[in-house]
């Protein structure tokens, strides 16, 4: 526990670092399922709504709100539908594009860590937070992340290195993930 306790303010000034930078780069420490859990106030399983583009006049920047149905909460608690905040996007002309961040299509499904401040939704760790649902004859349903350049981990030494993804980044099966996280959330100690 001690473990993850120290990756995660390490995690996090990581992420306010990369936020706050420049569209160049975007940085963020990898972080496994169960740790990523634990840092999220809802792990859901949700259809993706509209999008929509709004200026935020203090920062002088465009924020999106994608609306997200939430189909079946995974681990800790979740109202039926949520609005996502993220940074950037496309209105009257102005992109912005905050590299490393998650991408939503309307209709699609998938898997997302969700964390709540002040009343807001937003992912947990950017990219990370996403898996994508796909259904499989044989398997059921499965989950996939791509990750892009910008996400570090520690080696063996305890220093920062880049994180390289597999070639082929592997498919999950959503019966193992939902397992996990009904572990997770019994050692919590909240009822599922």
């Not at 949700?46 to 920047?61: H, T």
């Not at 909460?73 to 039926?80: M, R």
Request: aromatic share 8%; net charge neutral; proline share 3%.
């Amino acid at each position: 526990m001690s473990r993850i306790r120290f990756r995660v303010p390490a995690f996090v000034f990581l992420l306010l670092v990369g936020t706050l930078s420049s569209a160049l780069a975007t940085t963020s420490l990898f972080v496994t399922d169960a740790e990523q859990a634990e840092l999220s106030t809802a792990v859901v399983v949700v259809r993706v709504g509209d999008s929509n583009v709004e200026l935020d006049v203090e920062a002088q920047s465009l924020l999106t709100r994608t609306k997200l149905v939430v189909e079946e909460v995974l681990y800790g608690a979740a109202p039926a539908e949520v609005s996502v905040v993220q940074g950037g996007g496309t209105l009257n002309g102005r992109t912005i594009y905050i590299p490393g961040d998650a991408q939503f299509e309307a209709a699609e499904r998938c898997v997302v860590f969700l964390r709540q401040v002040e009343g807001n939704w937003y992912l947990t760790a950017m990219e990370q937070s996403k898996y994508e649902l796909s259904h499989h004859d044989k398997f059921g349903e499965l989950m996939k992340r791509d990750l892009g350049a910008g996400i570090v981990t520690r080696n063996g030494r305890g220093q920062l290195v880049d994180y390289e993804a597999p070639i082929r980044p592997p498919l999950k099966r959503l019966t193992n993930f939902r397992s996990l996280m009904f572990e997770l959330q019994g050692q919590k100690g909240g009822s599922k």
